[in-house]
């Protein structure tokens, strides 16, 4: 039993659910039950949120230095317990033992910098035009945060959320994903060595009846941050107008990704193929569509099918393994039917295209490239979130800024190019909260992440993940 010793984590106590309700949950790779996890109900619910509204009002007033030591003790603990999450990533998800790992690390890395951001919550002093007058501006805590986190990056996503909310001094509750408890277990395992006050930070897991419905109307609930689709976000914003939650919220990508005819060639396949398949394309930032200038598309569609053809697919906990299954049955159909339909449409399968053979389970789909693809299929139109590149050709800068931006989505984009002036025209041109040049390293603690448009608002990471989880006061103090 994977999650024996855990459980729901309310008021600083391991918990399972008031009713006893479990439920299984089941490995990508063996299709086998992993273990049972409790399934909290509404008043397992309404308990955090009281432990939170205790947790916050020790919390909030804790001095900014103590709660980066705390954030600190943190990081420690979850850098002495590197090898075992990494392991729970890997088992839950699938994924490459190797970028859970990196997953991990990158988590790590949240805490630290938050810690630090922690000490770094500034006010300022502005002149009053009333005589002997000054306003000061504060910052406070927002309250108590509702986190809901996806399953795709499940350490990951938690810390983006976690460690700017108990920094800016707010208490959190974390409902994970379904798929993936046991690394929010491990996480809030480790949090546990920052000695916090009972109640900052808890964890819920169960359906969205039982968990998230009482957290979105309870108005002691003043901060709400998602990773999710689209729709979810949609239906969240309305939620939230009831009782006037601040919302962040990171959502579903398409990213493009455009070669102009100077670029060097074989670098830009060396990361466009890895960062493609990694976690089997699960990803909300990885590149969907691939503009590539007509002089290189040849060329471009070999060097991709070669490297794709030389990935080896199996359990991620194998550290020989480039690329797991999909998270369940459901995205293994998606993938065949965007295959097929793009087939049906006139693209051309280049390799890939079908569940990979040899394996008697786990949700397998081989990686897969397709060509001759029409900015008006659903392959190129839609995000995949799957193994799926989809390539086609342009002729012209202003073709493909025109082509890359026809998308309601705005979390990435990328472009590579050797030339410093048409790199800061990609900048400025492509829409998007988060550009690369000649890279697809967007998400490090250092940076906000985030995106416009229907792709989500807030950003997580760098000096801006902060503000989120703060209000503003301003005071008026005139002196006779």
Known sequence: MIYAGFGLYIGGTWCAA?????????????EQPLGQCPVASAADTAAAIEAAARGLAVWSATPAFDRAEALHRIADEM??????????????????IAQAGREWGLSIDQFRWYAEEARRIYGRIVESRVPNGRFEVHHEPVG???????WNFPAALIARKVAPALAAGCSVILRP?????????VMVDCIRAGTLPAGAVNLIIGPTAATYAPLMADKRVRKVSLTGSTRVGQQMIRDAAATLKKVSMELGGNAPVILHEDCDLEAALDLCVPTKFANAGQVCVTGDRFYV???LQDAFVEGFVRRARAIRLGDGLDPAVGMGPLINAGRLAEMERIVS????????LATGGQRAPGFNTGHFFEPTVLTHCTDDMPVMAEENFGPIAAISAFRTEDEALARANASDMGLSAYAFTRSPARARRMVAGLKAGMVGINSFAMAASEAPFGGTN???????????????????KSSQMVWA
């Open 144 to 150: 108590i945060v509702a986190a809901f986190t996806a």
């Open 293 to 295: 200038h007509e002089s």
């Open 177 to 185: 994903s379904s798929q993936t408890p046991g690394v929010a277990m």
């Open 18 to 30: 008031s009713g006893g309700a479990t439920a299984p949950v089941f490995s990508p790779v063996t």
């Open 79 to 96: 850098t002495r317990r590197a090898d075992e999450a990494a392991r729970m990533i890997s088992t839950e998800t699938g994924k490459p």
């Open 341 to 348: 339909g793009a087939l049906a449409a006139g693209a051309q």
């Open 454 to 472: 229907h792709s989500g608002m807030g950003r997580e990471g760098g000096a801006e993940g902060i503000r989120d989880y703060l209000d503003v």
